[in-house]
Nanobody
Framework: QAHLVESGGGLVQAGDSLRLTCKPSGRTFSIYAMAWFRQAPGKEREFVANINYIASRTDYADTFKGRFTISRENNENTVYLQMTNLKPEDTAVYYC?????????????????WGQGTQVTVSS
């Protein structure tokens, strides 16, 4: 059974940076679109960023443009989310997701595979 494993979360201070990593287990996701979502306490899961399978197109929710960068290394079967200038409101569980299509979307319902999430906590 294929699944995704996120890592790189932790406790940081406002203004710090973190890089999240997502690696699949059980299959190669090099031809899949990938995305990051997050869920803060008491809130719905929301779209953060996505990247299509050839990494030529990325998309970000407005909140994260200029601060977060999604990238992928298909030869390493890995997707990253580089987060800079973190704010306390970025505190959430961050999830990696994969879609069995080349084109990435913002809709979490389009993604068939999910990780367990990694906690990011930003203190003020």
């Amino acid at each position: 059974q294929a699944h995704l494993v996120e890592s790189g979360g932790g406790l940081v201070q406002a203004g710090d940076s973190l890089r999240l990593t997502c690696k699949p287990s059980g299959r190669t996701f090099s031809i899949y679109a990938m995305a990051w979502f997050r869920q803060a306490p008491g809130k719905e899961r929301e779209f953060v960023a996505n990247i299509n399978y050839i990494a030529s197109r990325t998309d970000y929710a407005d909140t994260f443009k200029g601060r977060f960068t999604i990238s992928r290394e298909n030869n390493e079967n890995t997707v990253y989310l580089q987060m800079t200038n973190l704010k306390p409101e970025d505190t959430a569980v961050y999830y990696c997701a994969a879609r069995k299509m080349a084109r990435a979307t913002r809709n979490l319902g389009d993604y068939e595979y999910w990780g367990q999430g990694t906690q990011v906590t930003v203190s003020s």
